[in-house]
């Protein structure tokens, strides 16, 4: 009989990678609908090439917590509905700062003071590979 330990240990399948295409329509679903909900200060850094956590990713601010947090739900359900993909959501309770990872595109959506405190377009700018703001 098997450990419950070994099977509670297996790792998680890992999907299979996703192809440009994909990529490019996840990315163009989470800036359309950033734009659709109005947020502010859109930034799209590329990270392809640069890392392997993501192809690209998204900063962005919400006028308030509430904003933030039905900016963060609305995108989560289109990328379900869209491409069938789960997103995991962290930061939705407080909504100060709500990070989406949809695998190939990772999503920070924030309220304006605690973006500017952490900086984070600062943080990723690459040389030579500076931001995209929308």
Request: glycine letters at 6%; one cysteine or more; aromatic letters at 6%.
């Amino acid at each position: 009989m098997p450990s419950t330990h070994a099977a509670a240990t297996a790792a998680a399948p890992i999907p299979p990678a996703a192809s440009d295409a994909e990529v490019e329509q996840l990315h163009n679903i989470v800036m359309t609908s950033l734009d659709d909900d109005q947020a502010v200060e859109v930034v799209s850094i590329p990270l392809a090439g640069k890392t392997t956590i993501a192809d690209y990713m998204v900063i962005c601010s919400g006028r308030s917590t509430r904003q933030v947090a039905s900016m963060a739900q609305k995108l989560a359900e289109k990328i379900k509905g869209e491409l069938g993909r789960n997103v995991k959501i962290e930061g939705l309770p407080t909504a100060d700062w709500v990070l989406l990872d949809a695998q190939d595109v990772i999503v920070h959506i924030f309220r304006p003071e605690v973006r500017s405190f952490y900086n984070l377009e600062k943080m990723w700018a690459f040389d030579g590979g500076a931001p995209t703001t929308h």
